[in-house]
């Protein structure tokens, strides 16, 4: 008998030692990812001893480089020379900027994630998909962020330290890519040339539908780049972020970049926003564009519309982790959303699927339909394209839709003039406000002082009138209050529910949430009719009828 159970208590040792291994195989993984990660931080450089002038409300300068807080609401960045020089003047002009945008991208984050364990499996995930980050960011670059990072604050520590942040930081545009069923990432653009502009020059417009709340878009930056190597370019971003979205160097290169459907990243490369920094900072052609988007290893897929005053026309550089195309168009104008038109993707399983389920052919069809009306356009014209809030053929979709090319949630929208070096600026809220335009040649040119404005107000496009702003933010706080009551299973008083079905009844989205509270509510007769009537709106992706439909078969 002691035999035997010597014998079982050998095994359960082993099984129990087995068990355990198991159990800390992710924490060893963390650790060798954590003391073997290599973000390669820059070495030998020291902070300049220099103070920052404040110059009356709105004017912040740091030697010869300058911020301010354009009437517009839009801060305006002027910074130069070598690449830690930019870095550290960036940082020292923004520091409460940086700040403050951390915390918006902390708080953002828990909101979505609420659950802590969670957050430390995206933090593993992060870690292990950004775990040799730094090779596939050059030199230059990697300089440029750790000059941000040193005025970043220690309060956010418990992520990473401030050079990592920033590093990882740059990265989250292409992790957003990988979660677009969570509608963090949506863009539409288009460009047009020759005799589809009423100048016969080249005219882009986009809108940059990244969304992480509408916080996160409250401090947008105006950077008006001069590097020591490669071409004077302006761009618009968020604070700390020194990768491009959309930008105009002094050659009339623009450049504009689009999600297309990927898979989660899982090792490292080069970061979009990153390689498109490259491209506006040393390309003045859709040629040199296409060989340095070549010679980098992407996260995600990506498409590029590259417009280019030299080449007289634009073209979309589609990208994948595993090959890289170009796009072009017989006719005079190009238009790019969420998915790739070339022959090199068309029997892509990824891009078949994006073109089936989601709502990007659809917003293609919409430009294209508006461009047709309108050509030959002007940047007046493309801002109203860019504003336009309806579906095809003019049809009432609903305040929000994912369908439409202005889903009220854009972090910025821009048009370029690449022949006159002009760009327009969105200002808030969303594409309603006012287009602000700045002249590149003079800025460029140092004619411009930024102890003043630096816009030119003769040029600007007056704020959009006709849409009920003060209705659309109500709807939003509703929707966040809706299903905050869902989740906790809380009664919503007649008068709120009658408010919130009144202020938006085209939407799904709206009938589909009202569903949702009767369903909490235990009442699935009226949750029924809600899911039904749901399903005869315009719903923009495949997975969210099915999901409605699941809804409604769940309770059969």
Same mark, same amino acid.
């Given at each position: 008998?002691?035999?035997?159970?010597?014998?079982?208590?050998?095994?359960?040792?082993?099984?129990?030692?087995?068990?355990?291994?198991?159990?800390?195989?992710?924490?060893?993984?963390?650790?060798?990812?954590?003391?073997?990660?290599?973000?390669?931080?820059?070495?030998?450089?020291?902070?300049?001893?220099?103070?920052?002038? !404040? /110059? +009356?409300? @709105?004017?912040?300068?740091? #030697?010869?480089?300058?911020?301010? &807080?354009?009437?517009?609401? %839009?801060? $305006?960045? !002027? /910074? +130069?020379? @070598?690449?830690?020089?930019? #870095?550290?003047?960036?940082?020292? &002009?923004?520091?409460?900027? %940086?700040? $403050?945008?951390?915390?918006?991208?902390?708080?953002?984050?828990?909101?979505?994630?609420?659950?802590?364990?969670?957050?430390?499996? %995206?933090?593993?995930?992060?870690?292990?998909?950004?775990?040799?980050?730094?090779?596939?960011?050059?030199?230059?670059?990697?300089?440029?962020?750790?000059?941000?990072?040193?005025?970043?604050?220690?309060?956010?520590?418990?992520?990473?330290?401030?050079?990592?942040?920033?590093?990882?930081?740059?990265?989250?545009?292409?992790?957003?890519?990988?979660?677009?069923?969570?509608?963090?990432?949506?863009?539409?653009?288009?460009?047009?040339?020759?005799?589809?502009?009423?100048?016969?020059?080249?005219?882009?417009?986009?809108?940059?539908?990244?969304?992480?709340?509408?916080?996160?878009?409250?401090?947008?930056?105006?950077?008006?780049?001069?590097?020591?190597?490669?071409?004077?370019?302006?761009?618009?971003?968020?604070?700390?972020?020194?990768?491009?979205?959309?930008?105009?160097?002094?050659?009339?290169?623009?450049?504009?970049?689009?999600?297309?459907?990927?898979?989660?990243?899982?090792?490292?490369?080069?970061?979009?926003?990153?390689?498109?920094?490259?491209?506006?900072?040393?390309?003045?052609?859709?040629?040199?564009?296409?060989?340095?988007?070549?010679?980098?290893?992407?996260?995600?897929?990506?498409?590029?519309?590259?417009?280019?005053?030299?080449?007289?026309?634009?073209?979309?550089?589609?990208?994948?982790?595993?090959?890289?195309?170009?796009?072009?168009?017989?006719?005079?104008?190009?238009?790019?959303?969420?998915?790739?038109?070339?022959?090199?993707?068309?029997?892509?399983?990824?891009?078949?699927?994006?073109?089936?389920?989601?709502?990007?052919?659809?917003?293609?069809?919409?430009?294209?339909?508006?461009?047709?009306?309108?050509?030959?356009?002007?940047?007046?014209?493309?801002?109203?394209?860019?504003?336009?809030?309806?579906?095809?053929?003019?049809?009432?979709?609903?305040?929000?839709?994912?369908?439409?090319?202005?889903?009220?949630?854009?972090?910025?929208?821009?048009?370029?003039?690449?022949?006159?070096?002009?760009?327009?600026?969105?200002?808030?809220?969303?594409?309603?406000?006012?287009?602000?335009?700045?002249?590149?040649?003079?800025?460029?040119?140092?004619?411009?002082?930024?102890?003043?404005?630096?816009?030119?107000?003769?040029?600007?496009?007056?704020?959009?009138?006709?849409?009920?702003?003060?209705?659309?933010?109500?709807?939003?706080?509703?929707?966040?209050?809706?299903?905050?009551?869902?989740?906790?299973?809380?009664?919503?008083?007649?008068?709120?529910?009658?408010?919130?079905?009144?202020?938006?009844?085209?939407?799904?989205?709206?009938?589909?949430?009202?569903?949702?509270?009767?369903?909490?509510?235990?009442?699935?007769?009226?949750?029924?009719?809600?899911?039904?009537?749901?399903?005869?709106?315009?719903?923009?992706?495949?997975?969210?009828?099915?999901?409605?439909?699941?809804?409604?078969?769940?309770?059969?």
């Amino acid at each position: 008998m002691s035999k035997i159970l010597k014998r079982f208590g050998k095994i359960g040792l082993i099984i129990g030692c087995l068990i355990l291994a198991v159990a800390l195989i992710p924490f060893i993984a963390f650790v060798y990812l954590y003391l073997t990660a290599d973000f390669k931080k820059p070495v030998g450089f020291e902070p300049v001893d220099k103070q920052i002038e !404040k /110059i +009356g409300d @709105s004017l912040r300068a740091y #030697g010869t480089d300058t911020l301010r &807080l354009g009437s517009s609401g %839009l801060w $305006e960045m !002027k /910074i +130069g020379g @070598s690449p830690f020089e930019r #870095g550290e003047a960036y940082g020292k &002009l923004a520091q409460d900027l %940086l700040y $403050e945008q951390e915390q918006i991208f902390v708080d953002q984050i828990r909101t979505f994630v609420p659950s802590e364990s969670y957050l430390k499996f %995206l933090r593993y995930l992060t870690l292990m998909f950004n775990h040799s980050l730094g090779k596939y960011i050059g030199e230059e670059f990697r300089e440029e962020i750790y000059g941000v990072s040193l005025s970043c604050s220690d309060d956010f520590n418990f992520v990473c330290e401030p050079y990592e942040r920033q590093m990882n930081y740059h990265s989250a545009h292409d992790i957003g890519h990988a979660m677009q069923d969570y509608m963090l990432v949506g863009c539409s653009s288009f460009a047009a040339w020759d005799t589809c502009s009423t100048s016969g020059g080249l005219i882009v417009g986009r809108n940059f539908d990244f969304y992480i709340g509408d916080d996160f878009a409250r401090n947008r930056v105006v950077v008006f780049c001069t590097p020591d190597n490669g071409y004077r370019f302006a761009s618009i971003s968020w604070p700390g972020m020194i990768g491009v979205m959309s930008g105009m160097n002094e050659t009339g290169l623009t450049v504009t970049i689009n999600a297309a459907k990927s898979d989660m990243p899982t090792s490292s490369a080069t970061p979009i926003s990153i390689l498109t920094r490259e491209i506006l900072q040393y390309a003045s052609t859709i040629d040199e564009a296409f060989a340095i988007s070549n010679r980098h290893k992407t996260f995600v897929s990506e498409s590029i519309l590259i417009g280019s005053a030299a080449d007289g026309c634009a073209a979309v550089i589609e990208k994948s982790p595993e090959k890289t195309a170009l796009f072009t168009t017989d006719s005079s104008f190009i238009i790019s959303t969420n998915h790739y038109q070339s022959d090199a993707f068309a029997d892509d399983p990824r891009n078949v699927e994006n073109i089936a389920t989601s709502d990007s052919p659809y917003r293609l069809k919409r430009i294209s339909q508006l461009l047709h009306r309108k050509f030959p356009i002007d940047a007046a014209d493309a801002v109203s394209i860019l504003r336009d809030h309806k579906g095809l053929n003019d049809s009432v979709i609903g305040w929000t839709n994912e369908a439409a090319l202005n889903q009220f949630i854009g972090h910025h929208s821009v048009v370029f003039d690449a022949n006159r070096l002009i760009m327009w600026v969105s200002t808030s809220p969303w594409q309603a406000g006012q287009y602000v335009a700045y002249d590149l040649a003079k800025i460029f040119s140092g004619q411009t002082s930024f102890a003043s404005e630096i816009t030119d107000s003769q040029l600007s496009i007056p704020a959009d009138t006709t849409v009920p702003i003060d209705d659309i933010f109500r709807i939003k706080r509703l929707t966040h209050e809706f299903r905050a009551a869902i989740a906790q299973a809380q009664t919503i008083g007649n008068a709120k529910l009658h408010e919130f079905e009144q202020l938006n009844p085209e939407l799904f989205a709206t009938h589909e949430i009202l569903g949702d509270y009767y369903h909490s509510q235990s009442d699935a007769a009226t949750a029924r009719q809600y899911w039904e009537k749901a399903l005869q709106k315009s719903i923009p992706k495949q997975s969210e009828r099915e999901r409605i439909r699941k809804k409604i078969s769940e309770l059969d």
